[in-house]
């Protein structure tokens, strides 16, 4: 079912918020459902100029009981996220975007980040991980001064082995110099719980 439709309409610096009201889900009928009715997909798109900012966000979860799970997934890219662990999406626009918004029942809330590794070669660092459970995980990659250089949002992210990768590329989109660089992957489970785990990572050029 489609709720509505976003156009933003000009170029900002500042994303632009596209925000679902709590009560656009409960104003029709057709929008309540037992809670034994299980997933509940509502279907929208963005439409933005290009380059232009965009943040999605349900800022009240209030009215979603805490036996189920928000999702927001991008059908463009394929990522999912966890409402309940990541507040808001942002990308940058062009043209249309389609997105689905599930609600369901919570899965097993507990999740641990285990047999970490991280590996540079031919420029590019590859990073390894597993998890016990479906959960949000972020990448974030730290000088030894302890200064943030690179972020990757992985999004929702499978029990099992996963990857990623690093470009090697600080914020700014530039080449980092060769030296010791730690990768701390965080893990948000449905409840909103979140786990880390550190691996050192050496670049040589």
């Known amino acids: 079912m489609r709720i ?22 409960l104003r029709r009928g057709g929008f309540i459902r037992p809670l034994s009715a299980g997933d509940c997909t509502w279907e929208f798109s963005v439409t933005a100029p290009d380059g232009a900012p965009v943040r999605l966000s349900l800022p009240d979860l209030s009215a979603v009981p805490a036996t189920h799970a928000v999702y927001l997934h991008d059908l463009r890219t394929g990522a999912m996220f966890n409402l309940r662990a990541c507040r808001s999406y942002e990308y940058a626009g062009g043209g249309e975007r389609e997105f689905e918004l599930r609600i369901g029942p919570r899965g097993p809330s507990a999740v641990t980040v285990a047999s970490v590794v991280a590996q540079s070669a031919g420029g590019v660092t590859t990073i390894g991980y597993t998890l016990s459970a479906d959960a949000e995980v972020t990448i974030e990659v730290r ?19 996963n990857t990623a990768t690093w470009s090697e590329c600080n914020i700014a989109g530039a080449r980092v110099p060769s030296g010791s660089y730690l990768c701390s992957i965080t893990a948000a489970a449905e409840d909103g719980t979140r786990t880390s785990a ?4 050496t670049v040589r050029r």
Do not use: H, Q, W
């Open 4 to 25: 509505k439709d976003f156009y933003i309409p000009t170029l900002r610096e500042a994303p632009s918020d596209a925000v679902i009201p709590s009560d656009k889900l």
């Open 143 to 161: 000088n030894i001064a302890g200064r943030l250089v690179g972020r990757i949002p992985c999004g929702l992210s499978a029990s099992g082995l």
């Open 198 to 201: 550190l691996r050192m990572v």
